[in-house]
């Protein structure tokens, strides 16, 4: 039995297209509002994949795309419509099929997978996840919304926790405490660390953006392009802090030009901006972490390197001497010092004469629409130190977080550096104790509600149950809050959507992959409107409403599970067995969720449990927060310490500190592909001998690859579809270092391997599958790196289809070494059969010419870049099968890197300047080739094609035959490819190669080459 997944009907084209439209502006489901959780998967793909791997291969395609997905695609084939808005509404047979199935998703994350199969309405759904904050967060939008609208009580779930929600929120506003600690009429402070110069004495202020608001009209894409050079555009809001006499100034020039849109020139890196020819400068960062080097803003000495023996302060680092960068080091006393203090052991103004300390900058207003900046003065500042008086010797009070932060994961967790190494360190006094305050409120609002609900007469289950659904919501709304004001979170001056105010939140804490040193930090004022607790609140109940109806609507029928749980063993199923497990595992080495989501846990769990004789102790969700221990139980404190070895991810340093030894990197990944394998056996055990595994996996790195299909293989799976589905916005995500992972690759796994054969026996079926399936592929339209990978999975599915493969003791060697080639040289012959060129693609053999061939046949012509532009994805991808990667690649001057993208080096037009130009840009010389690829001599030959007449054109070319026949014919078969019908006609090059055909044949013509052919 097939399925309609396995089908090359599977409208991948339109799935995508849905799935980008929830990437865009206002496309996002709006429950991901309610809080942040890294990767998660678009729905429209989501449940695109249920739908198709539960329906048989023949169904209607139209039916699919309009009563399934939902898309409105119009006669150009665009969808117009955000898809995952509206619920499905399958027909009652294929509604009926999904009621029969059971659907499982071991690593559920934030749920996009489970919600869409309650919303297709299969009979039962299962959500399984390690981390008991992903847990929690599984509950608070799937099965709590789902609970309360099979009750009807889906809106007063909604109003219940708005209710209290504001109850906590006047809790805190009129809590004396907090009174005095922020000015009701100030949004947000913007603060960072001061440092005690080394030369002068005075402490400095350390500024990483002078910038306020650099607000620009345009799109935000706009307002990123902006980064990088000058531009001139209007600004509806411009101001920054400069320094003066010593103090912080702010020069706001919407104030001061009385306009509210001004037309500048603005260069944010080299720090002017222009105005009707007048020039000013906005000063540099003081600070530049990487260099390690500071600038004292009083007395202008460079501040860098204390000796660890002597502490004295030297601008050259002393030869042989163990040195610290100054200002981590000052940082780090300060973290030290500030745990001493919150201890009892030391005072405050000891604690005040570290030689670094957080202040304030500058405070930030709303008013009338618009912001309004001005200088923090002596007393805001000390409004911290308010704080700090109050939290004297609290370390002991179970509600501040003293919970370590991994020291193993300063990979990721980059302030570590700096001393940060508890999660209360993470905020700033009066952060710290708002946040803590907001704990206790919340904790006494789930005894009230349960309270209330007892008295209307609800059973105790009912009470507590409901009670625990508040308090979650409340407290996801804590975290939200915690994620949105910390030291750790920059102020953002710069944002594309016209109106200031959109800068209130223009970033959080975890949108990294990371959490890294900032130096002008955010500190909203809690009980502020539009940035305080009840602005989150807002958040969640909106998502809130949003999910709820998702849930219930037509589906609830459907028996929802979620549960704790790992995904190597799946103890909590027992022996039942799936129709379908459609899951999404982490990506090998990209998010350490254990660690970083323990950011989001310390809260969690104090929130939702209760206090006794000053410990925490089991209240709502034990499971997640609690071990029991015989008939005790034990607080887990981390998740990292619990949990951190059994998530399936590539972390070398986990792997160091819980083997207690000096692993190494090889080490770790055998740790990782144990991890991966058992996860598959697991999954293999809980599937149906018929059901289908699914599995998304985003990660660019072939070896990655290899290990995915290794594991999935020796667990008994073989490979029988593949295609890339456009997956979360992450380019922002990961711009820090890491390549883009938009694109997911979906692969569709049966049960059940048979057989042996000789490794170059398989081979030969591989490439025989992968032309096949390619030429299929071809015929019904697919294009792209979706044919590609289309392919891939041909050869991969001949691969693990037998039980053994004799001769080949490393499946993920045999991947790379063979089956990618075999896709690649598969495809390539494909492309010569389809084009009609007999089987020329066949023997195009060198890997650089294969690339270029697969580059111009699988991607589309760009007009606004006037060629192939590709992203590090897609330049893996294709690499795959030619066994280049993007260096080799860049080397043989194939590709270009232009910014984050490559560009294909290919002819842009047909003129003498465009190939000069192109042959400067591949280092080539006309007057004496060398040649290292076909693609030089395919090149050379239309630089003659295009400057010369025939005779000269023979000339040339019978002298390059001389240098190198073999590449020179290698060339002539590319030329034949790109002279047909896969390469658009807007190229230039498949006239020019049309040119050298007719040239070489002599006649002068194509006909008359082809006649002569
Ligand atoms: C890529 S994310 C899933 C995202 C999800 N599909 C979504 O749309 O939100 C992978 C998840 O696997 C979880 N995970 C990692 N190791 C696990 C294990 N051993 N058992 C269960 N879940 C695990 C991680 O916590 C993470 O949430």
């Known amino acids: 039995m097939s399925s309609f997944l396995e089908s090359p009907k599977f409208p991948v084209d339109i799935v995508n297209q849905a799935a980008e439209k929830e990437k865009k502006g206002g496309g996002r489901p709006e429950h991901w509002e309610m809080v942040f959780w890294w990767t998660r998967k678009p729905l429209a793909s989501a449940r695109a994949v249920l739908a198709a791997a539960a329906l048989p291969p023949d169904i209607d395609v139209h039916t699919f795309v309009t009563q399934v997905l939902k898309a409105k695609v119009n006669l150009k084939g665009k969808v117009e419509n955000v898809p995952h808005r509206e619920n499905p509404s399958p027909p009652p047979e294929w509604r009926e099929r999904f009621a029969k199935m059971k659907v499982l998703d071991p690593f559920a994350g934030f749920g996009s997978i489970p919600l869409e199969a309650m919303r297709l309405g299969f009979g039962e759904v299962v959500a399984v996840e390690l981390l008991p904050t992903a847990y929690i967060f599984l509950k608070a939008v799937l099965e709590y919304p789902k609970w309360a609208a099979e009750r009807g009580l889906g809106e007063q779930l909604v109003r219940d926790f708005e209710k209290w929600g504001k109850w906590v929120t006047e809790q805190l506003a009129s809590d004396p405490d907090i009174k005095e600690l922020y000015d009701p009429d100030v949004a947000v402070y913007i603060g960072t660390w001061e440092i005690k110069c080394p030369h002068c004495g005075k402490y400095t202020p350390l500024i990483g953006n002078w910038w306020l608001a650099r607000v620009s009209k345009g799109s935000s894409e706009e307002a990123e392009e902006e980064e990088e050079g000058t531009k001139k555009k209007i600004f509806s809001r411009l101001a920054w802090m400069d320094w003066e006499n010593g103090t912080i100034k702010i020069v706001d020039l919407n104030k001061e030009l009385k306009r509210s849109q001004i037309e500048a020139k603005l260069n944010s890196k080299q720090g002017y901006v222009e105005v009707n020819g007048t020039k000013r400068t906005v000063r540099k960062p003081n600070i530049d972490a990487r260099r390690e080097t500071a600038t004292c803003l009083h007395c202008g000495n460079q501040i860098r390197y204390i000796s660890l023996k002597t502490g004295k302060h030297s601008i050259e680092k002393p030869k042989g001497e163990e040195t610290e960068w100054y200002v981590k080091h000052a940082l780090k006393q300060w973290n030290q010092l500030l745990e001493e203090y919150l201890n009892g052991k030391i005072d405050l103004e000891k604690l005040l004469q570290n030689p670094a300390r957080p202040t304030l900058l500058a405070k930030v207003k709303v008013r009338k629409g ?91 289950d009912d009470a507590y149950e409901y009670a625990e659904m508040i308090v979650s919501y409340l407290a996801i709304s804590l975290i939200k809050q915690a994620d949105y004001n910390s030291v750790v979170l920059a102020w953002n001056p710069a944002t594309g959507y016209g109106s200031a105010l959109a800068l209130l939140h223009a970033g959080h804490t975890l949108s990294f992959r990371g959490i890294a040193m900032t130096w002008n930090f955010v500190d909203y004022n809690f009980t502020f409107e539009r940035v305080g607790y009840t602005k989150f609140v807002s958040l969640v109940c909106e998502g809130l409403s949003h999910i709820t109806p998702l849930t219930a609507s037509s589906n609830i029928s459907t028996k929802l599970i979620v549960i704790l749980d790992d995904a190597l063993v799946l103890s909590s199923l027992r022996d039942e067995k799936y129709d379908l497990i459609i899951t999404d595992p982490p990506y090998r080495d990209d998010v350490p969720y254990t660690e970083l989501s323990d950011f989001y846990y310390v809260w969690l769990k104090r929130a939702l449990s209760d206090v006794s004789d000053k410990k925490l102790v089991a209240r709502f969700l034990s499971e997640a927060f609690f071990k029991p221990v015989g008939a005790t139980y034990r607080e887990v404190r981390t998740q990292w310490e619990e949990l951190a070895p059994r998530e399936v991810g590539l972390n070398v340093g986990r792997v160091k500190y819980f083997k207690g030894k000096e692993a190494t990197e090889d080490e770790a990944r055998g740790y990782f592909i144990n991890l991966l394998s058992r996860s598959f056996l697991s999954m293999r055990r809980a599937l149906k001998d018929d059901g289908i595994l699914v599995t998304y996996y985003a990660h660019t790195d072939p070896e990655a690859w290899e290990e995915l299909i290794s594991a999935g293989w020796r667990a008994g799976f073989r490979v029988s579809a593949a295609f890339p589905v456009s997956t979360e916005s992450v380019q922002r995500v990961t711009a820090r270092g890491k390549a883009a992972l938009d694109t997911s690759i979906v692969v569709v796994w049966r049960p059940g391997v048979k057989g042996e054969a000789l490794w170059d026996e398989v081979y030969r079926d591989a490439l025989v599958a992968a032309e096949e399936r390619a030429l299929e592929l071809l015929r019904a339209g697919r294009a792209g790196v979706d044919l590609f990978v289309g392919t891939l999975a041909a050869t991969l599915s001949a691969v693990t289809s037998r039980e053994k493969i004799v001769g080949v003791d490393d499946v993920g060697r045999f991947v790379r070494e063979r089956a990618y080639p075999a896709a690649a040289r598969g495809l390539a012959r494909a492309v010569s059969r389809f084009v009609g060129g007999g089987e020329a693609g066949e023997e195009v053999r060198d890997a650089g010419a294969l690339f270029y061939m697969l580059a111009k046949v699988l991607l589309p012509w760009s007009s606004r870049a006037r060629g192939r532009v590709m992203d590090r994805s897609t330049v893996h991808i294709i690499g795959f099968g030619t066994g280049l990667d993007d260096k080799e690649l860049t080397g043989m001057k194939i590709v270009e890197k232009v910014g984050s993208e490559f560009r294909l080096l290919e002819p842009r037009g047909e003129e003498r300047s465009e190939l000069v130009e192109l042959l400067r840009a591949r280092e080539l010389d006309s007057s004496r080739p060398v040649l290292r690829s076909a693609v030089d001599a395919l090149h050379l030959l239309e630089y003659y094609a295009a400057t010369l007449d025939v005779k000269g054109f023979r000339e040339q070319y019978e002298k390059l035959r001389s240098v190198n026949a073999v590449l020179v014919d290698e060339a002539l078969r590319l030329a034949r490819v790109f002279s047909g019908r896969l390469v658009p006609s807007v190229d230039p090059e498949r006239r020019l190669c049309e040119r050298v055909l007719s040239y070489v044949s002599g006649a002068g013509t194509l006909e008359g080459w082809l006649g002569g052919a």
């Open 370 to 460: 618009d912001l309004e900046f001005e200088p923090a003065t002596n007393q805001d500042t000390e409004k911290l130190w308010k704080a700090l008086e109050k939290l004297k010797g609290k370390l002991s009070d179970p509600d501040i977080p003293s919970e370590p932060i991994p020291s193993y994961e300063s990979r990721s967790i980059w302030i570590l550096a700096y001393g940060f190494d508890k999660w209360f360190k993470l905020f700033n006094p009066r952060q710290l104790l708002t946040l803590v305050k907001l704990v206790k409120l919340v904790r006494e609002a789930g005894k009230k509600i349960e309270e209330e609900k007892l008295k209307e007469g609800w059973s105790n």
